[in-house]
């Protein structure tokens, strides 16, 4: 009974929500999304001077359609912050349902790009699911494990969740999108830190995990077993030289172009590892080193200064949540978009392993910028209910 | 383990001394252990950004310089290696197109000298090496400064001489490349070359359309025919190569292979080198034959055979032609003006259109089969009733004149002898009857027309087909302005059933509709490509990847008694003696059914008023008469008669085919 009139109040909370867009609105973080329409515009103008000579005689090509990608993105972004988010709370299974047909969707519909199938062909529009499956990833992971609250210690549930989130990742794995599965992990892990696991399970999570890591690259192949294609073994093991047959040329490369950049950058037109290019993929997994050769210590600082702020205030919203569900999700979308940025930033200078996954708001590529806006509705939603519930009081 | 665990969890997260009250929620609140968590995730966040940060500040601004030198001599470059083209070889297996290796010298514009003076000293030079106009060089040049991806091609099939001078002082060309490339090499010349088409540079709007597909700057892809409509089995798939260069580009290091080219597949064709070349040759001849006769206009046509049991497509001519190897390499301007300019091509006759698929013209008496079927299956005349062919008839209101083109006949004939002796007054009746059966009549013709593959593509499998003009009462409404044009007239159906006035056709349609006639009533859809093979290299036999199965023959819906009727006339066309062209084919030890045509065409020709009509001659049949094994047809435009130029081109066809000479023939002009 009592659980009832709770509910109800929650119901009220998000009839308040609808009826007072105002009084919602005004709740929203305003300095992330701030530091979200900073990220849009700068990563236009990104795109703009690392895309000009890649379509002939069509400058614009590429910032065109991430622009149209960002104003869809601005209505994903809406929509997140306005829909309750008890909803995918209870609907979890849903949306994990969703997530996994995403993935086979890829599978049945998918053209191989480069021998991979991340892509599906929506007319005009490319579409990635694997970005938008990040997000429904986490909703609904997070939706099982606040559902057993009380229980998440025992490893019955550890061992579910572990479950239930091994076949998307196995799935992204096999497309093959090792950088994404290994986004989708770090999901995962972060939602199980922030539901209350213990710490030593979460230490020996870790340690499984990177044993698993471990045999895959070395163990398995050392017995005769092949899980990773050669490349992504080779790329993992980060070491430049250990490359005879050129694997590792794309990171050399991309290194000499960050480097080359120095302090101000050699603008558009001098940048020639990105002009000529030398540097292979400059406007998807590589558009860190080709920004930082064009733009220099200075541009580069401020994309990441960009970054930094909506990690931190992500990081608040985590705070400021007014249930547990909001602040696991707020926690585990934060912890994979900071995963998400620093292997990709990291591979271009070579401190995280070479895997292909898209700097967010910057890489061209439609459905990651929608994705990625999506998640920033989610935050602001979070953010916002959890004020507002403040303001009542339990 | 667990039971501890079990413990703990009752305990209230808010550290609260009572046990909690299984049957209430906790409002939630922000626990200490989430705020720590919270806390060390906000440290990790600023150790990932702190290592970023330093790794950039190491690599921008403490080693900068280093690396700013060594992007601005970047010693790798990675080179696309170009897979040798697919060969296109005939019905036997005989190379009609290979490719051949060739020596290129390529300019890297963003390698040569930035200093403006030493870059035009250094074109100027290059041009007296290669002798290659230094001006078009130059120009080249200026263009190639905004696209630096893209090597300009100075030179193809460059000497040896040349290419030892450069190897020699490779430092005084910075940017210069020398390179292998594979060219395509026309071992025929000019043979089967609107068919073959042929192969360029891909051009901006290519580029835009087919990038997905995996095609990049400076890829060669076919533009027409064959070499465009197969290009995805042709072209293969590139590879990559990766070599270490100094400042100078010269290679420091041997090419390092990172991906495999793969050859294009070879294609095998329908069409016989041999038969092909015949065609060619008889088309000359029956060109020839047109001057002779003092038609001096007479300076283009086409052939075309097919097996009428399924539709390969023989042998293909069309004249006037060009080589396709002026497409190779280095492009010359001056002979490719011919193919690309508007002018030029008129003052050469449209060298580049492929008259077989997409030349127009009115079919004349070749038409008349087509009359006397739609006339029979709508039972507007019966082939054994008699009808006048008179030297001239008068229909319509304003009793206007119809000629027989023979004016000394005046007797009744039925449609055997209207057919062998074509006469035109016979058809002039049963164009009139189509007429007064009212208005549904007047489209009957056409919609048999439609249905043997009149006014539409017959879907040869390289496209670039014309569809042609059957006209109709509602074209011409939809048409013409004044009111004299908008309407159909006894003129209108007279002229359509003796194949004139608006009606257009192409040779492949024509030859499509007589091989449903050669081959009992069956519709068949004309086709080039046989297979995709993997050609068998040095004692390895060649494997077919992929058979094209030709498109069934679909029966046309033809009486047979009707059909039966309008073959007996045309075999008595090539034997009686006063068939149209028994002076060609009478004599011939195999025997061939056919029909002469003399169709007028308006044509433009200097000093005569602007609508002189001139003859342009046809000839279609097939042979043997009662078990077809080629259809051929004939036509040379302005060439006057059927019977003197077409029929005697078509002979030479069927002469090759089947390996039998024919006696010396008087020509005698008749329609």
Redesign the interface.
């Known amino acids: 009974m ?2 009832a009139a ?1 509910r109800s109040r929650v119901r009220a909370r998000a009839g308040r929500a609808a009826s007072e867009p105002v009084a919602f609105l005004r709740r929203f973080d305003w300095v992330l999304l701030a530091a979200a329409f900073g990220l849009i515009g700068y990563g236009l103008w990104v795109v703009a001077g690392i895309t000009r ?1 890649d ?4 400058e614009g090509y590429y910032v065109v359609r991430q622009a149209i990608a960002a104003g869809l993105g601005l209505a994903a972004l809406v929509v997140a912050a306005f829909v309750p988010l008890d909803l995918a709370q209870r609907r979890w299974r849903l949306l994990y349902g969703a997530t996994l047909g995403l993935m086979v969707v890829v599978y049945a519909a998918a053209e191989t790009v480069r021998g991979s199938k991340r892509w599906i062909d929506v007319g005009v529009i490319q579409f990635q699911p694997s970005e938008l499956g990040k997000v429904l990833f986490v909703l609904a992971i997070a939706g099982f494990l606040v559902e057993r609250a ?2 998440v ?3 019955r549930t550890i061992g579910t969740a572990l479950g239930l989130g091994a076949a998307p990742i196995l799935l992204v794995f096999l497309q093959p999108d090792l950088g994404t599965a290994l986004v989708y992990s770090a999901a995962l892990l ?1 939602v199980l ?2 539901a ?1 696991v ?1 710490w030593r399970q979460l230490v020996a999570l870790v340690l499984v995990t990177g044993f698993a890591i471990l045999a895959s690259v070395w163990i398995l192949p050392a017995a005769g077993v092949q899980v990773l294609k050669p490349y992504q073994a080779a790329r993992l093991t980060l070491d430049p030289n250990a490359d005879p ?2 694997l590792t ?1 794309n990171l ?2 991309s ?9 101000s950058g ?1 603008g558009v037109i001098e940048a ?2 990105t ?4 540097l292979p993929e400059h406007a998807t997994d590589f558009a860190f080193a080709s920004l ?2 064009q733009r ?2 200075v541009g ?2 401020i994309l ?1 200064l960009l ?2 702020l909506v ?2 205030r992500g ?1 608040r919203v ?2 400021v ?4 569900y909001g ?1 696991v999700v707020a ?1 585990g979308l ?2 994979a978009f ?1 995963f998400q940025v ?1 292997v990709n ?2 591979m271009t ?3 995280a392993p070479v895997t292909g996954i898209p700097l967010p708001f910057v890489a061209v590529g439609g459905t990651s910028i929608v994705s990625n806006l999506f998640l920033i509705g989610i935050l602001q939603g979070i953010h916002a209910r959890g004020l507002l519930a403040g303001r009542s009081g ?1 | 383990m667990s039971s501890g665990g079990a413990y703990r969890e009752r305990r209230s997260p808010s550290g609260r001394f009572l046990p909690p009250d299984p049957r209430v929620r906790e409002p939630y609140r922000l626990t200490p252990q989430l705020a720590l968590r919270v806390g060390i995730l906000g440290a990790i966040a600023l150790l990932a950004f702190a290592i970023l940060f330093f790794r950039l500040w190491s690599l921008q601004v403490l080693s900068g310089e280093q690396y700013l030198d060594a992007a601005q001599n970047n010693q790798l470059r990675l080179i696309r290696v170009e897979a040798p083209r697919g060969p296109i070889l005939d019905r036997r297996g005989r190379v009609i197109v290979a490719n051949v290796a060739g020596t290129a010298v390529q300019l890297w514009v963003g390698d040569m000298p930035k200093n403006r003076k030493a870059r035009d000293a250094m074109v100027r030079r290059l041009a007296s090496v290669l002798r290659v106009p230094p001006l078009a060089l130059a120009q080249e040049v200026d263009q190639g400064r905004s696209d630096p991806l893209t090597p300009i091609t100075v030179k193809t099939a460059v000497g040896e001489d040349p290419v030892n001078y450069l190897y020699e002082h490779q430092a005084e060309f910075p940017g210069v490349e020398i390179v292998q490339i594979y060219l395509r090499d026309y071992e025929h010349e000019a043979l089967a070359a609107p068919i073959l088409g042929y192969v360029g540079e891909i051009s901006p709007e290519e580029l835009r359309r087919l990038r997905r597909e995996g095609y990049r700057a400076g890829d060669r892809l076919g533009k027409t025919g064959i070499e465009a409509a197969y290009d995805s089995y042709l072209r293969g798939r590139g590879g990559l190569a990766q070599i270490r260069v100094d400042s100078l580009g010269r290679p420091q290091s041997p090419l390092l292979l990172r991906q495999e080219a793969r050859a294009g597949y070879a294609l095998r064709l329908t069409i016989d080198t041999k038969l092909q070349r015949a065609a060619e040759n008889a088309l000359r001849y029956g060109i020839d034959l047109a001057h002779q006769d003092g038609h001096w206009a007479a300076d283009g046509g086409a052939i075309v055979a097919l097996d009428p049991r399924d539709g390969a497509v023989l042998a293909m001519a069309s004249s006037p032609t060009y080589k396709p190897s002026v497409y190779v390499g280095k492009v010359d301007p001056k002979k490719l003006e011919p193919l690309i300019d508007e002018e030029a091509a008129r003052r050469a006759n449209y060298p580049g259109l492929n008259r077989a698929t997409s030349g127009l013209y009115p079919p004349g008496s070749t038409w008349k089969p087509v009359t006397a079927l739609a006339g029979m299956q709508e039972h507007i005349f019966s082939p054994y009733q008699s009808l006048q062919c008179s030297p001239v008839a008068y229909y319509g209101l304003d009793r206007q004149k119809f000629r027989n083109w023979n004016p000394y006949v005046n007797r009744s004939m039925t449609l055997v002898e209207a057919l062998a002796e074509s006469c035109d007054t016979y058809f002039d009746e049963i164009g009139n009857r189509f007429y007064e059966s009212g208005t549904e009549g007047r489209i009957l013709m056409q919609q048999w027309a439609r249905r043997f593959g009149f006014g539409t593509t017959t879907g040869l499998d390289i496209g670039g087909e014309a569809e042609g003009l059957l006209p109709t009462p509602d074209w011409r409404r939809r048409t013409f302005e004044s009111d004299w044009d908008r309407a159909w007239n006894p003129g209108d159906s007279i002229q359509l059933a003796i194949g004139q006035k608006d009606l257009l056709v192409t040779p492949l349609q024509m030859t499509a509709f007589y091989a449903m006639l050669a081959n009992g009533g069956n519709l068949v859809t004309p086709y080039l490509v046989s297979d995709v093979e993997q050609p068998g290299g040095k004692g390895s036999p060649r494997v077919v990847l992929r058979r094209f199965a030709p498109r069934p023959p679909r029966s046309a819906g033809v009486d047979s008694g009707a059909l039966a009727a309008v073959r007996d006339g045309l075999y008595v066309a090539t034997h009686s003696r006063s068939g149209t062209s028994s002076g060609v084919f009478g004599s011939y030890a195999v025997p061939i059914s056919g029909k002469t045509g003399t169709a007028e065409k308006v044509v433009p020709l200097p000093g005569y008023p602007s609508d002189h009509l001139e003859d342009q001659s046809w000839w279609c049949g097939w042979g043997p008469s009662s078990d077809a094994r080629i259809v051929v047809c004939a036509l040379i435009e302005n060439g006057g008669h059927g019977s003197t130029a077409a029929a005697p081109a078509a002979l030479r066809v069927f002469e090759r085919f089947f390996g039998v000479e024919a006696p010396p023939s008087i020509l005698v002009s008749v329609d």
């Open positions: 009592i659980e709770e000579f379509v002939p005689g069509d009380g229980r210690t025992r490893w972060a830190f922030f209350g213990r047959s050129g040329y050399n490369q290194i000499t172009a960050v480097g080359s950049g120095g302090l050699r020639s590892q002009r000529l290019d030398y930082a050769e220099g210590f580069s600082s990441l970054y930094l990690v931190w990081l985590v705070t949540a007014g249930d547990l602040a926690g934060v912890f900071l620093f930033v990291g200078m070579g401190v339990p």
